[in-house]
């Protein structure tokens, strides 16, 4: 298996991760309306990323992601407190990437709902983007 | 565009049932001119409605009506605002 | 076709109660007279109090009702008579309308609504957005099949070219069917009062006078504009007023009564415009602030904080100026005697609510008020009663109503109907019916 | 959890979806790729997959025992995982052993400019399902067992109705009545707005259903003393030492009438001053001819509206709890213009002044109401909550916003101040039931909007004004929505439940309780007596928040297991020849 730093000329991965409540059908819109973005982003669909450990993410980034966006159901979040706990989640995250030099804005926690297109488009170029610069 | 004859042969029976108006016939024209009016307008550079309005001589109503559904069907965007205005250009 | 209950309407009452029986174990048909199940609150921008998003929270219920086994849907179709046989069923008679696909081949892929030529104004955003003579109604429409609407097309057989599955049919036509059923619910909506009704509010040829459900659209997420923009010339809104009772409490329109929602719809959408364009002013004219229900008075002393203005006044007149702004002629009732012109950029109008349909067409004996509603004689105690036994009606069926009432009485009729089939078509022992 | 790996078989299908995935992705070329994975023992491409020759396929191959795993490579899931579940049901594979994957809504519809880089996507995401369905267990629906007996708290209109439509459904209904008798408040009117029935019929009607009805047991003078269990299984220990098992719980109690504060109006002080319940009493008592106060004839009343409701803090006493009442209580507007025209019609030469904020005649037939009492010659006055009116010897003084802000001062030998209503007495019991209560202290329904008679907790249900303030025909609907609820939770001998929940390896738990301060649901996950995590299935709503902190890995969501989702992540990771 080849290794982020070593994928030549094409772009930085990105994982995006959706919940089945919101996001994940907010993807499904924008492909409905036939919007375009860069091929290089991943889907994950989970019931809520409240699931992970800090320690997925960094997992994530060692196994060739250059950046992470989860996009939650915030406040349509269905689970009781999960929201809450999420972000204290990610919050833990970015202390964790900062002793490992891994810049805390390859990691983006955002919501996206159901019809959500240019929110989804938006995140994407934004973390796009930003890994361009990055790189430069 | 090749259509097989029996799709022929149904078109024909539904155009019997159910006429095409000439207003209509105008109309989908009408659209198309204004379309290519438009798509002509910002072709090179990003306009705002009143903008195309005045290019095209075209009422600003039509002009926006017209711009959303080029829009909708990804043949122009809104690429940013200027004033109270956004700017719409050729995809 | 047999089933324990005919449900009339899939609005957000029509799906709830269709999903509450089936849960019981009963086998419904759901009829819906539009493309797509979903009714008002699909179209709708966000919900108040919460500010849920109303497709995000509409859509899964729409999918449940979709793929529960013991709900037929029929969409697109209408209902053109309803009998009571000797027995006490009822025979229904309805007609499904051609779409000119063929539903069990199509993969709702859209490549028919790509190529066509024919551009006509989209319904589903009250005229405010553009779709094709053959599309799908909207993003989130169940089921995800287009409709082909043959007075907009010219026949040019571009779709069937371009079709993957080849399942467009030009000769398709309407189908009859037949349902047996042991009870009737209605949860057949409401329509808004018509923009042009008030001559003195433009009798509907003010470009930038919107109707409150346009205000939805304008506001919704994936709506015609993509954004907040006015009508004629794709301006961003600077100054916006929305007309209280604009189609209530108005006898000269035959609707002297409260639409109920319309207080509390005009405050979130103010709200809404007060986030996406923050330096805007908005001001809401009205008579009473009518925000009765459960965390509703909250929202209003917010939207005050927000510094959305409140004015109590009536609206005499309102006509076009300059660019397409808008002038109104404000008599206070507050404050100053003085009447005084105010000036706005796009008025929305809180139009009111009136019947979808008049169940009095079918010769049947369901009857309704003076009010043009559903005559529901059981009140209180039994609100889903219709004139008619084993006839129920909820939601706005029953006069004018928000999501949560509707849901709440939706919940009521599946259970006055459920209590009729305990003793017309008991459960079998076990749970299977 | 993962024995079945070895013998994993996967069978991967690649939809064309008739040229919309196909003319941007390489299917042939994913098929073809996937082919190569060990444990994928089919890979083949079609053009329709959901149609009926594509289901034959799967099935056909799992029938010949080829393969027993799928993945679907096709739209979104949205559309077709349920159609491809149950093709793997009639082919009597676990329908939980179906993973779909979706290349047209989230690659050829949104990258159709780069087919390599869509193919290479396809690739990889149709990868990560192979590793994820391998990952897989045969999960099954889970059934709890239900005691068909609903129990029902508060025997006002709402839970009398609530018992008779739970009864009518064959269920056995409990009905649970702190005070001495059924009726609640239905007992204090004379008539009920808005068509003016009489009340006593009303609940007369009531009554003798339920009374002659054998499957509810009415429990008078009794309070809920213990209580434990979840849905389906309730057990609970009255006040009169009856035991109850019951499947599921509506709560119906009710409304209590707000209280003036101390000297608010000068209520308490000068006996001009009473409250609307009040009047209706008197009324009620004095069915016939003027109405009178100390023995006096009353000859001008003056309304007050708000009082007790959308109260604002600095302006308003705060409630018991320091709270102020700042939400509206929906039904004192109609109540008190309903009592207006009744006072009217007994005494036409009564002169009536209506000091309000906002008139609040929202419902059906309201406004006829409100519109009834202007005919009547009631006056209308405007306050506002900063200027509020003033109670003097034989007047009232109000500051009138409807006549430009006018001081205005009122005769009145009677003050009626239009009281408010508040959740009734429940906090022990809602302590005791672990049940959510809202800023405003009535109880919280699962969702405002969607969800307003259920709890987040499963099995609880609410009917009428514990919920929110609502008049007679609004709980009435309340409770038969809840009855609804109710007949669908206990339909069946056993509930069945979503399996997607959380799940413990007892051999991987430490007894570390990190866990447990994760979960949001009370009992839904606990420690053993082997000092081991447990979960209680009926109660876990399946987040996964508790997996999260569980280093050792001994929790995890059936069908979505950290496990897979790594696996998943690393396919999508991994570079794929383009």
Same mark, same amino acid.
């Given at each position: 298996m080849e290794h982020a730093t070593s994928l030549g000329d094409k772009p930085p991965k990105i994982l995006i991760i959706t919940t089945i409540a919101s996001s994940y059908t907010g993807a499904n819109t924008v492909g409905q309306a036939r919007a375009q973005y860069a091929p290089n982003t991943y889907i994950l669909r989970v019931p809520d990323p409240v699931m992970f450990p800090e320690d997925f993410y960094l997992r994530c980034f060692d196994k060739g992601f250059a950046g992470i966006i989860i996009m939650s159901s915030g406040s349509d979040c269905p689970y009781e407190g999960a929201y809450g706990r999420l972000s204290a989640r990610v919050g833990r995250t970015y202390l964790k990437m900062k002793e490992k030099g891994i810049p805390t804005t390859r990691l983006k926690l955002t919501t996206v709902c159901t019809v959500c297109k240019h929110a989804f488009l938006k995140e994407i170029d934004d973390m796009q983007n930003h890994l361009k610069e990055k790189a430069a | 565009m090749s259509l097989s004859e029996s799709t022929k042969a149904k078109l024909k029976i539904a155009k019997e049932r159910h006429g095409v108006s000439p207003e209509l016939l105008a109309r989908v024209k009408e659209t198309n001119r204004i379309h290519r009016a438009i798509l002509e307008a910002v072709a090179t550079e990003a306009k705002s409605v009143p903008d195309i309005a005045a290019a095209t001589s075209l009422p600003s109503e039509v002009v926006f009506w017209n711009v959303n559904a080029l829009r909708k069907y990804n043949k122009l965007v809104d690429v940013k605002k200027s004033g109270d205005f956004w700017l719409y250009q050729k995809k | %076709?047999? #089933?324990?209950?005919?449900?009339?309407?899939?609005?957000?009452?029509?799906?709830?109660?269709?999903?509450?029986?089936?849960?019981?174990?009963?086998?419904?048909?759901?009829?819906?007279?539009?493309?797509?199940?979903?009714?008002? %609150?699909?179209? &709708?921008?966000?919900?108040?109090?919460?500010?849920?998003?109303?497709?995000?929270?509409?859509?899964?219920?729409?999918?449940?009702?979709?793929?529960?086994?013991?709900?037929?849907?029929? +969409?697109?179709?209408?209902?053109?008579?309803?009998?009571?046989?000797?027995?006490?069923?009822?025979?229904?008679?309805?007609?499904?309308?051609?779409?000119?696909?063929?539903?069990?081949?199509?993969?709702?892929?859209?490549?028919?609504?790509?190529?066509?030529?024919?551009?006509?104004?989209?319904?589903?955003?009250?005229?405010?957005? #553009?779709?094709?003579?053959?599309?799908?109604?909207? +993003?989130?429409?169940?089921?995800?099949?287009?409709?082909?609407?043959?007075?907009?097309?010219?026949?040019?057989?571009?779709?069937?070219?371009?079709?993957?599955?080849?399942?467009?049919?030009?000769?398709?036509?309407?189908?009859?069917?037949?349902?047996?059923?042991?009870?009737?619910? &209605?949860?057949?909506?409401?329509?808004?009062?018509?923009?042009?009704?008030? *001559?003195?509010?433009?009798?509907?040829?003010?470009?930038?006078?919107?109707?409150? &459900?346009?205000?939805?659209?304008? /506001? #919704?997420?994936?709506?015609?504009?993509?954004?907040?923009?006015?009508?004629?010339?794709?301006?961003?809104?600077?100054?916006?007023?929305?007309?209280?009772? *604009?189609?209530?409490?108005?006898?000269?329109?035959?609707?002297?009564?409260?639409?109920?929602?319309?207080? %509390?719809?005009?405050?979130?959408?103010? %709200?809404? /415009?007060?986030?996406?364009?923050?330096? *805007?002013?908005?001001?809401?004219?009205?008579m009473d602030i009518r925000a009765f229900g459960k965390g509703y008075e909250a929202f209003y002393q917010n939207a005050k904080a927000m510094g959305i203005n409140f004015v109590k006044a009536k609206v005499g007149r309102i006509r076009e100026i300059e660019d397409g702004n808008l002038a109104l002629r404000i008599e206070r009732q507050e404050g100053t005697a003085q009447p005084e012109e105010a000036q706005h950029d796009l008025v929305i109008l809180s139009l009111g609510l009136t019947p979808q349909w008049n169940p009095g067409q079918l010769a049947w004996e369901v009857k309704t008020a003076s009010d043009g509603f559903v005559a529901t004689p059981g009140a209180p105690l039994d609100p889903a009663a219709t004139t008619q036994d084993g006839v129920f009606a909820c939601g706005t069926a029953t006069g004018p109503k928000d999501i949560v009432d509707s849901i709440m009485e939706a919940g009521n009729a599946a259970t006055e109907v459920g209590k009729r089939l305990e003793i017309r078509a008991p459960m079998v022992p076990g749970g299977a019916s | 959890m993962s024995g079945a790996m070895d013998e994993a078989k996967v069978g991967v299908y690649v939809c064309h979806c008739g040229g919309n995935i196909s003319d941007v992705v390489d299917v042939k070329a994913v098929a073809a790729e996937l082919g190569k994975h060990p444990q994928v023992a089919i890979s083949k491409e079609f053009a329709f997959m959901c149609s009926d020759a594509g289901q034959k396929l799967v099935i056909e191959d799992i029938k010949s025992g080829k393969i027993n795993r799928v993945v679907v490579a096709a739209c979104s899931p949205a559309l077709h995982e349920l159609t491809f579940r149950k093709a793997l049901q009639r082919a009597d594979l676990n329908p939980y052993l179906y993973e779909h994957v979706n290349i047209r809504e989230q690659v050829s519809w949104v990258h159709k400019g780069d087919h390599d880089a869509a193919t290479r996507k396809a690739t990889s995401l149709t990868r990560a399902g192979v590793e994820k369905i391998l990952r897989q267990d045969r999960l099954e629906s889970i059934h709890v067992g239900a005691a068909k007996r609903v129990l029902i708290v508060g025997g006002g209109p709402a839970g009398l109705k609530a018992a008779l439509d739970s009864a009518a459904r064959g269920l056995k209904v409990t009905l649970v009545e702190k005070s001495g008798r059924l009726g609640g408040h239905l007992h204090e009117f004379d008539t009920v707005y808005p068509g003016g029935q009489s009340a006593s019929e009303l609940l007369g009607k009531l009554l003798s259903a339920v009374s002659a009805n054998p499957a509810i047991t009415v429990v008078l003078g009794a309070e809920v003393k213990t209580w434990d269990g979840f849905v389906g299984n309730f057990k609970a220990v009255l006040s009169t030492g009856d035991a109850v098992n019951a499947g599921a719980v509506i709560m119906a109690t009710g409304y209590r009438h707000t209280a003036p504060s101390a000297g608010e109006y000068r209520f308490g002080k000068d006996d001009r001053v009473i409250t609307l319940p009040a009047l209706i009493e008197q009324m009620k008592a004095a069915p016939r001819g003027p109405l009178t106060r100390g023995g006096r004839a009353v000859r001008s009343v003056a309304f007050i509206h708000c009082v007790g409701s959308r109260q604002i803090e600095g302006v308003h006493a705060p409630q018991e709890d320091g709270k102020v009442n700042d939400y509206c209580s929906r039904v004192c507007c109609t109540a008190a213009l309903h009592t207006i025209n009744a006072l009217k019609e007994r005494q036409s030469d009564l002169a009536i002044y209506d000091l309000y904020r906002d008139i609040r005649t929202y419902g059906r037939g309201h406004e006829a109401i409100y519109e009834q009492a202007s005919k009547n010659g009631v006056l209308f006055f405007r306050f506002t909550e900063e200027a509020q009116p003033e109670i003097r010897e034989s007047s009232?003084?109000?500051?009138?916003?409807?006549?430009?802000?006018?001081?205005? !001062?009122?005769?009145?030998?009677?003050?009626? =101040?239009?009281?408010?209503? $508040?959740?009734?007495?429940?906090?022990? =019991?809602?302590?005791?039931?672990? =049940?959510?209560?809202?800023?405003?202290?009535?109880?919280?329904?699962?969702?405002?909007?969607?969800?307003?008679?259920?709890?987040?907790?499963?099995?609880?249900?609410?009917?009428?004004?514990?919920?929110?303030?609502?008049?007679?025909?609004?709980?009435?609907?309340?409770?038969?929505?809840?009855?609804?609820?109710?007949?669908?939770? =206990?339909?069946?001998?056993?509930?069945?439940?979503?399996?997607?929940?959380?799940?413990?390896?007892?051999? $991987?738990?430490?007894?570390?309780?990190?866990?447990?301060? !994760?979960?949001?649901?009370?009992?839904?996950?606990?420690?053993?007596?082997?000092?081991?995590?447990?979960?209680?299935?009926?109660?876990?709503?399946?987040?996964?928040?508790?997996?999260?902190?569980?280093?050792?890995?001994?929790? @995890?969501?059936?069908?979505?297991?950290? @496990?897979?989702?790594e696996a998943m992540v690393d396919a999508m990771a991994s570079e794929v020849a383009p």
């Open positions: - | - | %076709m047999k #089933a324990h209950t005919l449900v009339i309407g899939a609005g957000i009452a029509g799906l709830q109660a269709a999903l509450d029986l089936a849960e019981q174990g009963r086998q419904v048909v759901l009829v819906e007279k539009n493309p797509s199940i979903g009714g008002r %609150m699909i179209s &709708l921008s966000k919900v108040y109090p919460t500010l849920d998003c109303a497709s995000c929270i509409t859509t899964p219920r729409m999918a449940s009702v979709a793929h529960h086994p013991l709900i037929h849907t029929l +969409t697109y179709t209408e209902v053109l008579g309803v009998a009571k046989n000797e027995d006490g069923t009822f025979r229904a008679h309805l007609r499904k309308k051609p779409r000119y696909i063929e539903e069990d081949k199509c993969i709702g892929c859209k490549r028919c609504e790509e190529v066509c030529p024919v551009y006509i104004r989209d319904d589903f955003e009250h005229q405010l957005g #553009a779709k094709k003579a053959i599309s799908i109604p909207f +993003t989130n429409a169940i089921p995800q099949f287009p409709v082909l609407e043959p007075q907009s097309c010219t026949w040019c057989g571009a779709c069937a070219n371009a079709c993957p599955v080849d399942c467009i049919d030009f000769t398709q036509e309407s189908r009859d069917l037949f349902v047996e059923v042991d009870a009737v619910l &209605l949860a057949t909506g409401f329509q808004l009062t018509p923009i042009d009704a008030k *001559a003195q509010y433009g009798g509907g040829k003010l470009r930038n006078v919107i109707s409150s &459900l346009q205000g939805e659209r304008l /506001l #919704a997420p994936h709506g015609p504009y993509g954004r907040v923009l006015r009508p004629s010339d794709g301006k961003v809104p600077d100054s916006i007023a929305f007309v209280q009772c *604009a189609g209530s409490r108005d006898a000269s329109l035959g609707v002297p009564y409260c639409s109920r929602v319309c207080c %509390m719809y005009a405050i979130k959408q103010a %709200m809404l /415009l007060s986030g996406s364009l923050p330096t *805007a002013d908005i001001t809401i004219y009205y | 009232v003084v109000v500051k009138d916003v409807l006549t430009w802000n006018q001081e205005v !001062e009122l005769p009145a030998d009677l003050v009626v =101040l239009v009281t408010g209503v $508040k959740p009734g007495e429940v906090a022990e =019991l809602t302590a005791m039931m672990k =049940l959510p209560t809202g800023s405003d202290r009535f109880l919280q329904e699962a969702h405002p909007k969607l969800r307003p008679v259920e709890v987040a907790n499963n099995g609880f249900f609410l009917a009428g004004a514990c919920q929110a303030p609502m008049d007679l025909v609004e709980s009435a609907a309340a409770a038969g929505a809840a009855a609804s609820k109710v007949a669908a939770v =206990l339909s069946k001998d056993f509930i069945t439940l979503d399996p997607y929940v959380a799940r413990v390896d007892a051999e $991987k738990c430490t007894g570390c309780e990190a866990c447990l301060p !994760e979960c949001a649901y009370t009992g839904a996950l606990f420690m053993n007596g082997s000092k081991k995590a447990e979960v209680n299935a009926a109660l876990c709503k399946g987040c996964g928040a508790c997996v999260a902190v569980c280093e050792p890995r001994a929790l @995890d969501l059936a069908g979505w297991s950290l @496990d897979q989702m």
